[in-house]
């Protein structure tokens, strides 16, 4: 049955019900998908490293040990799960390799870039098996809206009396693409207006709102200190007690310094053709912004956008949720605060293939709402 599985299409649910029947064991798991990261991962670069397998193989022996016995941990016991940044475990994800509100899910062995927003959320083929991966990433003490039944309990597939604020597709469309092709960009707002037209049919409400711009959220004084400029005093400080941990003797990199001057007598290697430069490192490690400065910029506009933004918009139009096109700067607004984000699937783009979907956005705490729409 091991060898019948594709790993392309097989969600986490469908493989725990392998599992649970016996069809397949987490040590022939684990095995199939080292096999498939040996395969792939020279051209995706998904994975900077893996585990030595016979690590992995003694865990997985006992996982399946305790399924034997009767005991699991929950609907991803015995299952392999991608974790790291963003880029990386979105491929693996997409390949069958194997952000919720700030604060419920624990950062810990995340380098936050700064004592502002810190985001770890779930990334996974269907709704339950996010649902699922929430349930187990959430501290349930740091959440004010957990379910009885857990965020599974969330996947209805139904709408509900769920409102739904919608943002001018041709507003919020990224200005700055990696290449503009106007081709694409016709069609996505094309399928985005229409995916509108066909929410109206089926939810409470669906209205037209207006968001506060990402140029109109600062302050004219304070827009030449980006919000990247902000976390460098920060991001040095904690860069350089991450990087004290490794155990690294042999190379002696042990603060941002270090890593700047390996890099540069190992250029070859640390800095290939495309990727040949340190002006992040050199950023950090010149910064002039002062904690107090770093605190400046984060309370205002962390209050600005409260105020005059997200929050604004959901009570006066009276919505439960906002949504805009994937492909544009909400991030900006909404990863400054504790507004949870999700993103819903949409289509392939004619001239490329390349995935675009939208997004949607909620109050603090209100993940299980997203979960809602996602499934509905």
């Known amino acids: 049955m091991a060898s019948s599985i594709n790993l392309l299409t097989a969600t986490a649910s469908e493989l725990q019900a392998e599992l649970c029947n016996g069809s397949i064991t987490s040590k022939q798991l684990v095995k199939l998908y080292l096999d498939q990261i040996s395969k792939y991962n020279g051209y995706l670069k998904a994975v900077t490293a893996v585990v030595q397998e016979d690590i992995l193989t003694r865990r997985a022996e006992a996982l399946d040990n305790k399924r034997a016995q009767g005991m699991t941990h929950g609907p991803l016991h015995g299952m392999a799960n991608a974790g790291g940044s963003s880029a990386g475990s979105a491929v693996a994800v997409a390949?069958?390799?194997?952000?919720?509100t700030r604060k419920i899910v624990p950062t810990i062995g995340i380098v936050s870039p700064g004592a502002g927003p810190d985001y770890a959320g779930p990334m996974a083929k269907t709704v339950l098996d996010l649902?699922?991966?929430?349930?187990?990433?959430?501290?349930?003490?740091?959440?004010r809206m957990m379910l009885e039944g857990g965020y599974r309990s969330a996947v209805t597939g139904?709408?509900?009396?769920?409102?739904?604020?919608?943002?001018d597709p041709d507003e919020w469309l990224s200005q700055s693409p990696a290449k503009y092709e106007k081709e694409a960009s016709n069609q996505m707002v094309r399928e985005w207006k229409a995916a509108y037209k066909k929410l109206a049919t089926v939810a409470e409400a669906v209205e037209?709102?207006?968001?506060?711009?990402?140029?109109?959220?600062?302050?004219?004084?304070?827009?030449?200190?980006?919000?990247?400029?902000?976390?460098?005093?920060?991001l040095k400080v904690r860069l350089d007690r991450y990087v004290a941990l490794v155990?690294?003797?042999?190379?002696?990199?042990?603060?941002v310094d270090d890593i700047g001057k390996f890099s540069r007598e190992h250029a070859v290697?640390?800095?290939?053709?495309?990727?040949?430069?340190?002006?992040?490192?050199?950023?950090?490690?010149?910064?002039?912004?002062t904690d107090q400065d770093h605190e400046d910029v984060q309370t205002f506009t962390r209050n600005q956008r409260k105020t005059q933004g997200i929050n604004r918009v959901l009570e006066e139009n009276k919505v439960n949720v906002i949504m805009k096109p994937r492909d544009g700067p909400l991030f900006r607004i909404s990863g400054t605060e504790e507004y949870p984000e999700a993103s819903l699937p949409l289509g392939y783009l004619d001239c490329n293939g390349k995935p675009f979907g939208l997004q949607i956005m909620a109050k603090a705490h209100q993940e299980a709402l997203l979960i809602q729409v996602q499934s509905a």
């Open 208 to 234: 037209p709102v207006t968001l506060v711009s990402v140029d109109e959220s600062i302050e004219q004084s304070k827009r030449d200190r980006t919000e990247l400029d902000a976390t460098f005093p920060r």
């Open 269 to 289: 290697e640390e800095q290939p053709p495309g990727a040949d430069r340190q002006a992040s490192i050199i950023r950090v490690v010149q910064t002039l912004m």
């Open 95 to 100: 390949a069958g390799f194997s952000p919720p």
């Open 247 to 255: 155990d690294d003797a042999e190379f002696r990199v042990c603060t």
């Open 131 to 143: 649902a699922n991966l929430l349930d187990v990433m959430v501290d349930q003490t740091k959440t």
């Open 158 to 167: 139904k709408w509900g009396e769920i409102r739904i604020g919608v943002l």
